[in-house]
Structures are given as structure tokens and as C-alpha cells.
């Protein structure tokens, strides 16, 4: 299993660098399903792999130009704050055991990954289904809706910090709706606020328990690897491509971890 999940790590990077989200999306259910890590503590590390992959894509899509900063200020800084508060504070304070509903036992383990899960189904379907208005929009003079965007940047850190996901998922329809950035442009912009409250998520993490540093190295490694080819890979797909195939993707991978967590709620953790 721990091969699959080191070649599963490759692809992390590769997604972060085709469509500036999706990363965290693989990296969660990679540390759990093939390096049995548990569900909290996976969390924790997606947050530094993500954080630091994504930080080596920002340098690369700065020099392309594809990289809107008073864009990412805007929306990074309510995101970071929320995420470093929710990591510090909101996730210890979780009882392990919530409640149970007939013979299923919702644990604190469970209800982070099904929240994950609802999370990428809704985001998938809001992204396919607004593909076209998306284009339009992108395509006018830039604007700013700052109380949606400012909105927009605390809800996602807030997420981002219970579930350990990067949130490009999120992160890109937002600044494509409401900041009207191309979609390339997102994509780059969004990598960059990832890796800002990602790794500044993880410091919250630290002290709250031991860290597999050996392992959280070795898939950051393979990861940025990826990184490296996903952006290659994107220069030659049309945007429109990218956003869609993106939702399909994420919606599948929403199905299947709802699927897997429901039916044997216990069998990974």
C-alpha cells in the first residue's frame, strides 16, 4: 500500500499544478486509505504538504504573471486568520465520540472525513454546473465584490482548518465569480493562498501531537516533484477543460470517500 500512496503523492503535485486545487482533495484520503495514518492527524499533515507544494507552484505561476497578489491579500488574510484560529482551538476541543445515530457511532474521525467528502460533492456540482457564467464573467473588466470575497476567505479557512484541505476546490470558483479573475489567473492566485494558510494552519497543529516527519518529507518531496509536471501539463489544456474536468473529478472523489466512510465507518481508523 505505502508504494500506491508514494505514487498517489506524484499526483498530488501534479493536480496542484494542472488546476491550483485538488491537491488536499488527494492528500487526505492518500494518508489514511495507503499510509494508515489516522483521520485528525491527516489533516494536520495536508495541511504542511499542500502548504509547501503549493508554495513552490506560486513561484512558477508568478513568472508566468498568472498570479493576482491584492487579489490573494484580500482573500488570504480572513482565511488565514480563521484557519490558524480552527487548527489552535475549534479541532482539539472535538470530543473523539459526537453521538450515534442507530448503530452508527459518529466519531470525531468520521465526521471530519464525511464533512470533507459532502464538501468536494457541492463544490463539484456548483463548478460544472457554473461553467459557462464562470467564462462570462471572467471575460469582463475586473472587479472586486469585497464583502463577498472577504466572507468568502474566513468560510474557507474555517473549513479548510476542520478538514485539512487546501481548498482550491473552493478557492477557485470564488475568485472566478466574484473577483472575475481568468480561469488561469485562479489557479495561480489560489495556489498562492493555499500555501499561505496552509503552512501557517499547520503551525497550529504543532504540540498537540508527534509528527511521522520521515513520512510527511517524503510525500511533500514527491509532491512538489509533481508540481513541477502538472504545470507543464496545464499550458497545453484550455481552461474551460481544466475547470471541468476538475468538478468531475472532485465529485467523484466526494462519492467514493462518502461510500468508503459510511460502510465501514471503522475499517481504516
Known amino acids: 500500500m505505502e508504494i500506491a500512496g508514494y505514487i498517489a503523492s506524484l499526483l498530488i503535485g501534479i493536480s496542484l499544478g494542472l488546476i491550483g486545487g485538488g491537491g488536499s482533495i488527494l492528500t487526505v484520503p492518500v494518508l489514511v486509505y495507503l499510509f494508515r495514518v489516522a483521520p485528525v492527524a491527516a489533516t494536520a499533515y495536508s495541511l504542511f504538504i499542500v502548504g509547501a507544494t503549493s508554495l513552490v507552484g506560486t513561484f512558477q505561476k508568478k513568472k508566468s504573471g498568472e498570479i493576482n497578489l491584492k487579489t490573494a ?5 480572513p482565511s488565514i486568520a480563521a484557519v490558524y484560529a480552527t487548527r489552535a482551538f475549534i479541532v482539539p ?3 473523539a465520540t459526537l453521538f450515534t ?4 457511532t459518529i466519531t470525531k474521525p468520521l465526521l471530519m472525513m464525511i464533512l470533507f467528502a459532502l464538501l468536494m460533492v ?3 456540482v456548483s463548478m460544472i454546473r457554473n ?3 464562470a467564462a462570462r464573467q471572467a471575460a469582463g473588466e475586473q472587479h472586486f465584490n469585497y464583502p463577498m470575497i472577504l466572507l468568502e476567505g474566513t468560510v474557507v479557512g474555517v473549513i479548510t482548518g476542520l478538514v485539512g484541505a487546501g481548498g482550491g476546490f473552493l478557492i477557485i470558483p470564488a475568485l472566478v465569480l466574484l473577483s472575475k479573475l481568468p480561469m488561469k489567473q485562479a489557479v495561480g492566485t489560489s495556489l498562492l493562498i493555499i500555501a499561505a494558510k496552509s503552512l501557517i494552519g499547520f503551525t497550529g497543529d504543532l504540540g498537540h501531537g508527534a509528527m511521522d516527519w520521515g513520512l510527511l518529507l517524503g510525500v511533500t518531496a514527491l509532491a512538489v516533484a509533481g508540481i513541477f509536471i502538472g504545470n507543464m501539463i496545464s499550458n497545453k489544456i484550455p481552461s474551460g477543460g481544466l475547470q471541468k474536468g476538475f468538478g468531475w473529478f472532485v465529485l467523484a472523489m466526494g462519492i467514493y470517500i462518502i461510500v468508503k466512510e459510511l460502510i465501514f465507518p471503522m475499517a481504516d481508523h
Open 122 to 124: 457541492f463544490t463539484s
Open 73 to 77: 491579500v484580500i482573500f488570504g488574510l
Open 93 to 95: 476541543a472535538i470530543p
Open 131 to 133: 461553467k459557462q457564467k
Open 101 to 104: 445515530i442507530g448503530g452508527l
